[in-house]
Antibody, heavy 125, light 107 residues
Framework: EVELVESGGGLVQPGGSLRLSCAAS????????MHWVRQAPGKGLEWVSR????????TYADSVKGRFNILRDNAKNTLYLQTNSLRAEDTALYYC??????????????????WGQGTTVTVSS | DIQMTQSPSSLSASIGDRVTITCRAS??????LNWYQQNPGKAPKLLIY???SLHSGVPSRFSGSGSGTDFTLTISSLQPEDFATYYC?????????FGQGTKVEIK
């Protein structure tokens, strides 16, 4: 069964750090780009970050750029999100998601087809 | 950065109704548009990718259309399990911004 399981969330003080993990199983993790998406309480989805198959290419939302790092360990089938300098507005449920894509007429259409259940980060003093 | 705007933010409908949700991009994104469904307390699920392609296992009452800046998600006959929040997401750029969501509620 294809599965993503997040962990590492918790309560942290403003300015603190957390490392979130996403364990993948049931598919060849090293063949897929991966994403982190978050959802603040009662709010919509916010895309956070994306990483390519070997970790050499990363992108970030402006809201987290310079504070968060997305990493992956293909030997351990695990995706990470290192979150630093946390703020109250980073409080959210953090999902990891697998990216799948199709190539049509030279265009790469990507989408997130497998999602974990999320891990909660609460930033509060 | 590309901004995505959905309308309406919420709607009320009855079982069997035809429902249409609109998503507009701040610049042309060709057909690089995905739709997701999220039930309360659950992770999002992919419905439609590349603007109009139905994801595996998704009922045929869901359909997507549009290109450029204007897109539509249509549910042809609303079922009880369809009461949820729907999000569009652009995949034209690597910064995959979502719309703010449309909540479909029971009338």
């Amino acid at each position: 069964e294809v599965e993503l399981v997040e962990s590492g969330g918790g309560l942290v003080q403003p300015g603190g750090s957390l490392r979130l993990s996403c364990a993948a199983s049931g598919f060849t993790f090293s063949s897929y780009w991966m994403h982190w998406v978050r959802q603040a309480p009662g709010k919509g989805l916010e895309w956070v970050s994306r990483v390519n198959i070997d970790g050499s290419r990363t992108t970030y939302a402006d809201s987290v750029k310079g504070r968060f790092n997305i990493l992956r360990d293909n030997a351990k089938n695990t995706l990470y999100l290192q979150t630093n300098s946390l703020r109250a507005e980073d409080t959210a449920l953090y999902y990891c998601a697998r990216e799948t894509g199709i190539i049509v007429a030279g265009g790469h259409y990507y989408h997130m087809d497998v999602w974990g259940q999320g891990t909660t980060v609460t930033v509060s003093s | 950065d590309i901004q995505m705007t959905q309308s309406p933010s919420s709607l009320s409908a009855s079982i069997g109704d035809r429902v249409t949700i609109t998503c507009r991009a701040s610049q042309s994104i060709s057909s690089y548009l995905n739709w997701y469904q999220q039930n309360p307390g659950k992770a999002p699920k992919l419905l439609i990718y590349a603007a109009s392609s139905l994801h595996s296992g998704v009922p045929s009452r869901f359909s997507g259309s549009g290109s450029g800046t204007d897109f539509t998600l249509t549910i042809s006959s609303l079922q009880p399990e369809d009461f949820a929040t729907y999000y569009c997401q652009q995949s034209y750029s690597s910064l995959g911004a979502f719309g703010q969501g449309t909540k479909v509620e029971i009338k």
